[in-house]
Each structure stands twice: as C-alpha cells, then as structure tokens.
C-alpha cells in the first residue's frame, strides 16, 4: 500500500486558485495512475480555515455533489486511487434551514462518495460556525479494512475540559477494531518551537504519537496517516507535519 499527503499552503477564500495549486501539484509529481493507494488533502483544503463567523464562510459551503467533490472525483478516476479530501459542508434539512459541518468525504477510484465524516471535537474556530459531528466514525473500506477518519481536534480531548488519559478518539478506534486512520488536519504548531529548527515538527508527531497510544497494544496493526496543511493563515502557524 502506498498512501500520499498533498500538504501546501492554501490561500485564504482563493478556492479556485487553491483547487488549481492541487491539481498542479498532482502534474509536478507526475503521479502514475495506479501508483497510489490511497492521496489525503489536508482539512478545509481549498477554502482555508480561519473564518469569523457563519455568516463568513456560507458561500464557500457546499453539499456532496459541489466542486470540491466534483474535483477529487476527477482524480480519483484518472489517477485509480482513493482521495480523501476536507471541506465546509452544508446540509439543507426539508424546512430550508441549513446547517454546517467541518467534513472530509472519501471518494473511491471509480468516483463513488464512500462516506462523508463530519468533525465530532470542534476547535473553537470551527465552533464559530460548525455544527458538531454526531460521532466519531469506523466503516470497512476494501482494501484498506476496517476506516477511521479523523480531522484536528478529534484527537484532542473534548474541547480541552475532558480528561487528557480519557483518549476518546482512540479509545473509540481500538474498540471498533479499526485498522487505518485517516486524519486532514489544519494544526497549530506547538507554543514555544523555533520556527528555524530541522526539527520543528517533532513534538507535533509525539504528541499525535501519544493521543494514539491506547492502539499500542491492539491485536492488529494499526496505520495512522495525518496530512497537514502548512504556512500561516490569520496570524495562526500551521505546522507541516
């Protein structure tokens, strides 16, 4: 199996220069079809992150048959792969009220929405405008086996108060038996790291590490990829691990 993280510095609102950057970072790489498992895109990937309010990002929101899903679509089909990708999603209930969620869909090598997860642990900018996700998610997913996705905050404790040993997010995966993580990530670099440093994002991997160590000990292996968009976006630097 051989997955791939398309990390890149989105531009804030810039959707349609953000989906061109992808695309040609896919053409740089000269990307052989069939030669990727499975290509992650980061969380929010081609709106950014930082918006004030509901208000702010409504009109970058878009439901599962929108451009953003129209896009991996067309690479999953011509690169043969899975594409997991994040985006602001909004969902039009019967009575014309319209929710949103922070949310990443799976789309298959033939172009088939596998599911849609929407982030269960908001970060408080997502609570801005986000709805939170009913749950955290396991599915079987051939040939990966049993999928978790993940976005950000869902392996931090429940907004910061909840116990730090409680390890929801990975207590969850180990007891559904889940086989690979998935997560697209927008993730703060830690307080205190030089910026200069060949090591800076180090203690973002321990710390990823050990929100995950309830799955040290699990029967199966367990696979956990994260891609994480970089640069900076509202004063916010975003580590690139």
């Given at each position: 199996m051989r997955v791939g993280c398309l990390q890149f510095a989105p531009r804030l609102k810039d959707v349609e220069w953000n989906r061109r950057?992808?695309?040609?970072?896919?053409?740089a790489e000269a990307v052989e079809r069939g030669s990727l498992s499975?290509?992650?895109?980061?969380?929010?990937?081609?709106?950014?992150?930082?918006?004030?309010?509901k208000e702010d990002i409504m009109p970058l929101a878009e439901d599962e048959q929108g451009e953003t899903i129209k896009w991996a679509?067309?690479?999953a089909k011509r690169l043969?792969?899975?594409i997991q990708l994040g985006y602001p999603r909004k969902h039009t209930?019967?009575?014309g009220s319209i929710t949103l969620y922070n949310s990443v869909s799976l789309v298959s090598r033939s172009g088939e929405v596998i599911y849609t997860y929407d982030k269960h642990f908001l970060y408080e900018l997502d609570e801005r405008w986000a709805a939170e996700g009913t749950g955290f998610l396991s599915i079987d997913v051939p040939p990966f086996g049993k999928v978790g996705p993940g976005i950000c905050m869902d392996v931090n404790p429940y907004r910061f108060e909840a116990p730090f040993e409680a390890f929801e997010f990975a207590t969850f995966h180990k007891a559904q038996?889940?086989?690979?993580?998935i997560c697209s990530n927008a993730w703060l670099m830690s307080e205190g790291v030089d910026e200069r440093s060949q090591d800076v994002c180090l203690p973002t991997i321990r710390y990823w590490a050990t929100r995950m160590s309830p799955l040290?000990?699990?029967?199966k292996?367990?696979?956990f990829v994260v891609a994480n968009r970089t640069g900076a976006e509202g004063g916010e630097h975003l580590c690139h691990a």
């Open positions: 950057r992808c695309s040609q970072l896919i053409e499975l290509l992650i895109l980061p969380e929010m990937c081609f709106t950014g992150y930082t918006f004030k309010d679509v067309h690479w043969r792969t899975f209930a019967r009575d038996g889940t086989e690979m993580v040290i000990d699990c029967e292996a367990l696979v």
